[in-house]
C-alpha cells in the first residue's frame, strides 16, 4: 500500500467513525484536505507504516547474516569431508569431487547472500526515505496550521 492510498484509508476510517466530514479543514496535502486530528491521525500511520517497513529491512538483512552463517558451515564441513577423502587412495575421487561441491556451494551462498542484502535494500529503503519525506510534509503543514490558529 502506497503512503496515498493509506492516507486515504486513514482519513476514510477516521470519517466513518465519526460519522462526518470535519467542518473545518485547514491541511491540504497531496491532494487530501484534512483537519488538524486527521492530519495527525495520517501522521501516526505513517510513522506506523515506516516502523513497519523497518523492521522488514533489519529482518532481511538478520536473514542474509543467518544464510551466510549456514553457508558457512556446509562449506566448513564439505572442506573437512573433502580433506579425509582425499586421504585415502580409494576415496581420493570422491574426495575431489566434494571439494569442487564446497567450491560451488560457496559461490552460491555469496550470490543468494548479496542478492537477499541487495534486493532488501532496493525494496525496503526507498519505501522509507518516500514515508519520511511524507511524515515530514506533513508535520510541517500541521505545525503551520496550528500556529496560524493562535
Not at 502506497?2 to 497531496?30: A, C, E, H
Not at 585415502?88 to 559461490?107: F, K, S, Y
Request: charged residues 20%; neutral net charge.
Amino acid at each position: 500500500m502506497t503512503y496515498l492510498q493509506l492516507t486515504q484509508q486513514t482519513i476514510k476510517n477516521l470519517r466513518k467513525v465519526s460519522g462526518s466530514i470535519p467542518d473545518r479543514m485547514p491541511i491540504f496535502w497531496k491532494g487530501f484536505r484534512m483537519s488538524l486530528d486527521e492530519a495527525c491521525e495520517v501522521i501516526t500511520a505513517l510513522e506506523q507504516a515506516k516502523a513497519r517497513r523497518i523492521e522488514r529491512y533489519r529482518n532481511s538483512q538478520v536473514g542474509s547474516q543467518i544464510t551466510a552463517m549456514a553457508f558457512e558451515g556446509t562449506k566448513g564441513a564439505l572442506q573437512v569431508t573433502a580433506k579425509g577423502l582425499k586421504l585415502n587412495p580409494i576415496t581420493a575421487l570422491a574426495g575431489i569431487i566434494v571439494d569442487a561441491a564446497e567450491r560451488g556451494i560457496d559461490a552460491t551462498g555469496g550470490l543468494i547472500v548479496d542478492g537477499i542484502s541487495t534486493s532488501s535494500a532496493t525494496i525496503n529503503l526507498p519505501v522509507v526515505q518516500e514515508l519520511e519525506e511524507a511524515i515530514q510534509q506533513l508535520n510541517k503543514l500541521v505545525s503551520d496550521a496550528q500556529a496560524s490558529n493562535l
